[in-house]
């Protein structure tokens, strides 16, 4: 048994005296002692407790130990959290005095989270209305009668049209309007082509990404077999009998970083070689800052790579808006597993986005934007280097997040820090395939682009006082 006092000199938190006691570790021992704390009476309701760098440092155990304990409690409903008021003994309707003393209500729940920083979406609040408000008027007024009847499954003319020209010229993907098909984004293509059957697995996947794609493939059946990641991307030369891989060359999700050219070249080389396909998920393919633009895969040979894009980072996942650039052979297939009518992406919409491509103002936005997120990630790096120097922050050179990489075995302690201080973030370990047989190193994937502007100090504070301790 352990009795330490917690004495509040700088009044921030009470005076507190625990026995921790019992099996089952610090941690444990510690969120016992707190419940038998509040339970018992001797924590009244709306009580401050000490932070919890003092609260280890005068138990003697890791700090990680008491942000656990702190953030399972919050959990629970034993205590709150909020950003400049510290933690707290939860309000409640009568105290707990003893097991005869039941409150009325049960424990409060904890509060949803302050800050956004989880990865995949823009600054909403930055979304450019009066030019798209303007592209849509001049579109509806220019749109033919037989616009508004049963729609193309490839899509408008005017969009396809448009994404052929601005693709060549920023992006170096080498196409027709003919060869593009519209969809409503990433996820839709995947579904036309695995769950309509153009496809077939197994299909070889980087062992970083996201979840949610694999359990898409999943369900149309599709194995998915993981390639190892180093410093220059996918390891292709790992690909054996599949007949496609996936991949995010221009921005590896969520690592970060191009995949290097003579791996480019190789994948190409093993498709045309063994009669495969690439996928390639453009990514994040238009905001680079520290590097000069990385072309499409699709640029070395059309017939061999499908190309996925969409306007879900570049201007609002909301308009559910993407496309599929596709080799002249499965065009015809892509089409028929879409249907006759156009039942996803508004045909409003694709006009208007015509028009914003054609008019310059895509153009505009997205180097307005590249310049707001590149200073968001000049911010993140300058606050890390200085309240949690001992932490790397690595994919930084391109993207809408970072990657911060932690010390072994605190991935999951740091997460729950986060929670606590009501910030929304996800460990790197959610996004690993369950197959991958390299090492797992430990790290937050942080991303910058969802705050508001006024609310990005204060939610890089939170960030960093969430951070495992040198």
């Not at 060869?179 to 970083?208: D, K």
Request: proline residues 7%.
């Amino acid at each position: 048994m352990v009795d330490s006092w917690v004495n509040s000199a700088e009044s921030i938190g009470a005076d507190l005296h625990l026995e921790l006691a019992g099996g089952g570790g610090r941690r444990a021992a510690l969120i016992r002692a707190l419940r038998e704390a509040v339970r018992g009476g001797r924590l009244a309701p709306g009580t401050r407790l000490p932070p919890y760098r003092s609260l280890a440092a005068d138990l003697g155990v890791a700090r990680n130990t008491v942000a656990d304990a702190y953030a399972e409690l919050v959990a629970e409903g034993w205590l709150t959290a909020r950003q400049g008021s510290g933690t707290r003994v939860a309000e409640r309707v009568e105290p707990l005095g003893s097991a005869a003393r039941v409150p009325r209500k049960g424990p409060p729940r904890a509060r949803g989270p302050q800050h956004d920083l989880r990865q995949g979406t823009p600054d909403a609040s930055a979304f450019p209305r009066a030019a798209w408000a303007a592209s849509y008027r001049r579109a509806l007024t220019r749109a033919p009668s037989e616009a508004f009847g049963p729609g193309d499954p490839a899509g408008r003319v005017e969009l396809r049209e448009a994404l052929a020209e601005y693709l060549a010229r920023a992006r170096g993907v080498r196409t027709e309007p003919s060869r593009i098909v519209v969809c409503s984004g990433f996820a839709h293509a995947l579904r036309l082509l695995f769950h309509g059957r153009v496809l077939r697995g197994p299909l070889a996947v980087e062992s970083y990404g996201l979840g949610f794609h694999r359990e898409l493939l999943a369900a149309a059946s599709v194995r998915t077999v993981p390639l190892p990641l180093d410093e220059d991307g996918a390891r292709v030369d790992g690909l054996d009998r599949e007949r496609a891989v996936l991949l995010t060359p221009a921005h590896q999700f969520p690592t970060g970083g191009p995949l290097h050219p003579e791996r480019r070249a190789a994948v190409v080389d093993w498709a045309r070689a063994r009669g495969g396909l690439v996928l390639e998920d453009d990514y994040d393919g238009e905001f680079r800052y520290d590097r000069r633009p990385v072309g499409a895969v699709q640029g070395l040979d059309p017939d061999r790579v499908v190309f996925l894009g969409s306007v879900s980072k570049s201007l609002s996942p909301a308009l559910r808006l993407g496309w599929m650039v596709l080799p002249e052979r499965l065009v015809d297939a892509v089409r028929e597993a879409k249907g006759e009518r156009e039942a996803w992406a508004s045909v409003p919409d694709q006009l208007a986005l015509a028009d914003f491509v054609v008019s310059g103002a895509y153009d505009r936005h997205v180097r307005r934007m590249r310049q707001r997120y590149r200073t968001r990630r000049d911010r993140l790096v300058a606050a890390l280097a200085a309240q949690a120097p001992h932490i790397e922050v690595t994919g930084i050179a391109a993207g809408l997040h970072a990657v911060l990489r932690l010390p072994p075995g605190t991935e999951r302690s740091a997460v729950k820090a986060a929670a606590w201080r009501r910030v929304a973030l996800d460990g790197l370990a959610k996004f690993r395939h369950p197959e991958a047989r390299e090492d797992a190193p430990d790290g937050l994937v942080v991303g910058y682009a969802t705050p508001p502007e006024h609310a990005y100090g204060a939610a890089l504070e939170a960030l960093c006082g969430a951070l495992p301790p040198e």
